[in-house]
């Protein structure tokens, strides 16, 4: 059966998938991890014209390194989640002063990078060297639970019997793997979604096990969206906005003027601070140099 499902979901990938940038020919590992740090969380619209910046600005992982942090920091605009810039820019000075300016191909060595987990250590692997490897995002665990679970969704962290029945589905030849790892994401993303499943274009509806049970309704624990509007990650956004708009260090008085709740405001620049995306001096606050 596994192997059924596979070879449909290649089939379907070959003709129906999204042309992404970071998909096409001649694309460099450095590029793909790129592309893996600015998808975690952030859908992938909102990450093509970043990624081409960062691309264009630092085609390799040198280039990056070179530039103090707060570059990275600005140059992430409002991707969300700043935190990733840095963690890309110390992945970037990692790998120019212990790997010679290359991706490591190895997948320890990967996973060792700083800001580097499994998931993205998988994924550099798969995608940049064409290795067999799980790769586990949230798409490929809603794709392999609803198909061989027959389950809405996966747990909220990955179990082993989880990580067990994904490796059935693994095919052996490692470029074919890398490939499946590929389509069974992008068959979560555009196809098999969390809320809306297009289970009528779906390649392997006839064998999808949650639908032949009647799409049993998820019995977990709620799964409840992620806000936004008003919280402390919109008031850091705000923060944070100011001083990429800044070269100069903006003055204490006038960087509270970002957001209207004082206390808030006073909470976010804190966590700024203690998480290394701007800096306190005698003239006021900015990115890190």
């Given at each position: 059966m596994t192997t059924a499902v596979v070879s449909a979901v290649l089939r379907w990938y070959g003709s129906e998938a999204r042309d992404l940038p970071w998909r096409r020919p001649g694309t460099t590992p450095w590029q793909i991890m790129i592309s893996e740090f600015m998808l975690q969380q952030t859908p992938v619209a909102r990450v093509l014209e970043p990624w081409q910046r960062w691309v264009d600005?630092?085609?390799v992982p040198a280039a990056l390194a070179a530039e103090p942090s707060g570059e990275a920091v600005r140059a992430w605009g409002r991707l969300g989640?700043?935190?990733?810039?840095?963690?890309?820019?110390?992945?970037?000075?990692?790998?120019?002063?212990?790997?010679?300016?290359?991706?490591?191909?190895?997948?320890?060595?990967?996973?060792a990078l700083p800001g580097v987990g499994d998931y993205t250590a998988a994924a550099v692997a798969s995608?940049?060297?064409?290795?067999?490897?799980?790769?586990?995002?949230?798409?490929?665990?809603?794709?392999?639970t609803r198909i061989g679970a027959g389950l809405q969704y996966p747990a909220t962290s990955l179990s082993a019997a989880e990580r067990a029945l994904a490796e059935t589905f693994l095919p052996r030849p490692a470029p074919r793997a890398a490939r499946w790892a590929a389509a069974s994401m992008e068959l979560g993303a555009v196809v098999c979604t969390a809320r809306s499943p297009r289970c009528d274009v779906c390649p392997v509806r006839?064998?999808?096990?949650?639908?032949?049970?009647?799409?049993?309704?998820?019995?977990?624990?709620?799964?409840?969206?992620?806000t936004y509007t008003g919280t402390d990650r919109q008031c850091r956004g705000a923060v944070l906005a100011v001083?990429?708009?800044?070269?100069?260090?903006?003055?204490?008085?006038?960087?509270?003027?970002?957001?209207?709740?004082?206390?808030?405001?006073?909470?976010?620049?804190?966590?700024?601070?203690?998480?290394?995306?701007?800096?306190?001096?005698?003239?006021?606050?900015?990115?890190?140099s």
């Open positions: 600005r630092w085609p989640y700043p935190r990733r810039a840095l963690r890309l820019h110390r992945a970037a000075v990692a790998i120019d002063h212990d790997h010679d300016g290359e991706v490591p191909a190895d997948l320890a060595a990967l996973r995608f940049g060297f064409g290795q067999r490897h799980l790769v586990l995002d949230t798409n490929v665990r809603r794709v392999i006839s064998r999808c096990a949650w639908r032949a049970a009647g799409y049993p309704a998820w019995a977990g624990p709620p799964r409840r969206g992620q001083l990429r708009e800044r070269d100069d260090p903006v003055p204490a008085e006038e960087l509270a003027t970002a957001w209207p709740d004082q206390d808030q405001y006073r909470r976010a620049l804190a966590g700024l601070i203690t998480d290394g995306l701007i800096t306190e001096g005698s003239f006021g606050y900015a990115l890190p």
